[in-house]
């Protein structure tokens, strides 16, 4: 028989906690008056902004915490091989699967694409952009239809996959003309697992997005980077305080991954 507790949940819930009110708690402790608003600051304002989203970058970073894991699907098109990314995408630590395999494909740099494959550079920053148009296409990809459409090596069923120009880009160039049908229609579904990048707040009501256990490290972090903006005397002290509880999280995410977190393709699918 299952255990269901209804009774005192909500007053035992933390609520959200907003920029604003952190800033205003950062503020009182080094003895200044928090804020009307974040939005038009005074000085102090601004140094108190500024040590809150110091603070939330090395809690963010500190470790691969698993509530910082996000996915996305990638469904690939027929001769294009740069897709956009997802806003939060940090390539440190990403994962990518293709579904109908269970296949994690490795990582190839674009330096060593064009390295060994020259004409791969026809995608630089000039070319994507480009906007003259031959028969209603782009040139660059008038020009992979004439170098692409025979060589097997360079297009047909992506096994590699790598970031050009803050884009995602799968290797070799998807090209059903190159491959069979069936084994190319099997291959049109990824997975993208990464470690979402932190944002840093910018409005009063921004929230506070990390997890209620790392709220007390992050004050203890954001007071001392704020106390050293007016040389404070104790602005170590706290720095150690922040540090200290920070390693305690860290230590306990640790036990949670023992070894590379790779998701459940049958679940996700």
Known sequence: MAIVQ????????????TFATVVG??????????????ESPSKH????????????????TATRWDWRRRFAYLDM???????????????TGAVVTRL????????????????????????DATTLTDV???????QWQTDYEAIFDDDMALAGIPDRWTIVNNLFGLFPVPWLSNVDADDYSDATRYLISYYGAVKDLS???????????????????????????LEGYDAPTDDQRGERLLMIEVAKQSQKQAEQFIPDIEELR
């Open 6 to 17: 209804t009774a005192g949940l909500t007053t035992r819930t933390p609520s959200d906690v």
């Open 25 to 38: 708690k950062v503020m009182r402790s080094a003895g200044k008056p928090p804020p009307d608003t974040v």
């Open 45 to 60: 304002t601004m140094m108190a902004t500024a040590a809150v989203n110091a603070a939330l970058q090395r809690v963010w």
């Open 77 to 91: 098109e027929d001769k294009k091989w740069l897709y956009t990314l997802p806003g939060d995408f940090s390539q």
């Open 100 to 123: 109908d395999r269970k296949l994690v494909l490795p990582y190839w740099s674009y330096e060593d694409i064009t390295g060994k494959y020259p004409m791969m550079a026809l995608a």
């Open 132 to 138: 003259a148009t031959v028969d209603g296409n782009s």
């Open 203 to 229: 409005a009063s009501t921004d929230v506070l997005d990390i997890p209620f256990e790392l709220h007390n490290c992050h004050y203890w972090l954001a007071t001392s980077y704020f106390k050293q903006s």
